[in-house]
């Protein structure tokens, strides 16, 4: 079945050290999303890429980072220079054919620092 | 700016009784609307959407929305809960053509048996 691979689930996380999360997808989509949720905020854009090698900045870019070297991966990296990183964080995809412009959502991955 | 507002962040509903929720909307121009549902812990699954044409949009698990541009309004209906719509529900907006959706803060929904 096509869909969108979150890794790792839940991750741990010290203080000052960088952490990558995973988003692999498999329905051949263009533009990818990373999107991060905090309680009573509703979801939040960070980057997203409409095609490979090139990415844009959402709202809350800053402290993290992203690459899009292959169409199907869409990692992305919390740097020690993010303040608050602990959050559920959701990766989706989006196809540009006829009837699209839905976004279809992994799992999510629970970044907790301690 | 584009915006979404949800009034509700928490309603209780007891099973078998019909449910609202309510979405508005900033947006200058013919938005693309959405409603998802996340459980606890999981991704967002899409229930419903509007992007042009019948302003009362059929979903998945007998949901139905209504556009009203007039009070630029996209509020969610089902006629009868079931425990299992306990959940969080997201509306959303999205420019015509970027994929990118500006969220609610999301109305977490409980069922009383």
């Known amino acids: 079945d096509g869909g969108i691979t979150q890794s790792p689930k839940y991750l741990f996380r010290k203080e000052g050290q960088n952490v990558t999360l995973s988003c692999e997808q498999n329905?051949?989509?263009?533009?990818m999303y990373w999107y991060r949720q905090d309680p009573g905020q509703g979801l939040r854009l960070i980057y997203y890429?409409?095609?490979?090698?090139?990415?844009q900045k959402g709202d809350i870019a800053e402290g993290y980072s992203v690459s899009r070297e292959k169409k199907e991966s869409f990692p992305l990296t919390v740097t020690s220079a993010q303040k608050n990183p602990t959050a559920f964080y959701l990766c989706?995809?989006?196809?540009?054919?006829?009837?699209?412009?839905?976004?279809?959502f992994g799992a999510g991955s629970r970044l907790t620092v301690l | 700016a584009q915006s979404v507002t949800q009034p509700d962040i928490h309603i209780t509903v007891s099973e078998g009784a019909s449910l609202e929720l309510r979405c508005n909307y900033s947006y200058g121009a013919t938005p693309y609307l959405f409603w998802y549902v996340q459980s606890p812990g999981q991704g967002l699954q899409l229930l419903l959407k509007?992007?042009?044409?019948?302003?009362l949009v059929q979903g998945i698990k007998g949901f139905e929305a209504e556009f009203k541009r007039s009070q630029s309004s996209f509020n969610l209906r089902k006629p009868s809960v079931h425990w299992s719509d306990a959940a969080e529900y997201f509306c959303?907006?999205?420019?015509?053509?970027?994929?990118?959706?500006?969220f609610g803060q999301g109305t977490t929904l409980q069922v009383k048996p």
């Open positions: 329905l051949n989509h263009d533009a």
């Open positions: 509007y992007f042009s044409g019948d302003t």
């Open positions: 959303a907006v999205a420019a015509s053509n970027t994929g990118k959706l500006i």
């Open positions: 989706a995809s989006i196809s540009r054919g006829a009837g699209a412009n839905v976004l279809t």
């Open positions: 890429s409409q095609i490979v090698n090139d990415f």
